[in-house]
Each structure stands twice: as C-alpha cells, then as structure tokens.
C-alpha cells in the first residue's frame, strides 16, 4: 500500500494498525516512495562489546600531534 505524506499524517493511527497485521506502507512525496512504515521491534540480541576485536588497528602515533598542526588548528599561524 502506497499513501501521500498528507493522507498518512491524517491516518497514522489506521496505518500503524495495517503495518502491525502484516501489510507493508509505503509513505510517497511527490508520488514517489519516501518511506517506509515498520513497526517497532525489540533488539532481541544484546550488544556483544569486543566483538571486531583485532579487525581495527590504530597506529601507535595516533594521538600525537606536532606543534605546528595544533598551532594551525588554535590559529596561531
């Protein structure tokens, strides 16, 4: 199902109910699919920290700056 942004501001509460029984809604802006209507659901997987874990190397010196670069950054230059 396809409505304008006009029709689905006046018929959320219709539209949220279609979405929950299993229909797909489509919001279009100028006749053209904008967005899309889902509902809500719950992250059933919890976050796992640590899982890219030596896939992402940052390089010893990334927190050294040199003076000049943080003059130019103070604008100092």
Same mark, same amino acid.
């Not at 029709?7 to 053209?32: F, N, Y």
């Not at 659901?41 to 943080?70: C, H, Y």
């Given at each position: 199902?396809?409505?304008?942004?006009?029709?689905?501001?006046?018929?959320?509460?219709?539209?949220?109910?279609?979405?929950?029984? @299993?229909?797909?809604?489509?919001?279009?802006?100028?006749? +053209?699919?904008? #967005? %899309?209507?889902?509902?809500?659901? =719950?992250?059933?997987?919890?976050?796992?920290?640590?899982?890219?874990? @030596?896939?992402?190397?940052?390089?010893?010196?990334?927190? +050294?700056?040199? #003076? %000049?670069?943080?003059?130019?950054? =103070?604008?100092?230059?």
């Amino acid at each position: 199902m396809q409505v304008n942004m006009h029709e689905a501001k006046s018929q959320l509460s219709k539209l949220g109910k279609k979405v929950w029984e @299993g229909e797909t809604v489509v919001i279009a802006k100028a006749g +053209k699919p904008y #967005l %899309d209507l889902v509902p809500h659901r =719950e992250n059933i997987t919890p976050r796992k920290p640590g899982r890219l874990t @030596g896939q992402i190397m940052i390089a010893e010196d990334f927190d +050294k700056m040199s #003076l %000049d670069v943080i003059a130019g950054f =103070e604008g100092e230059l």
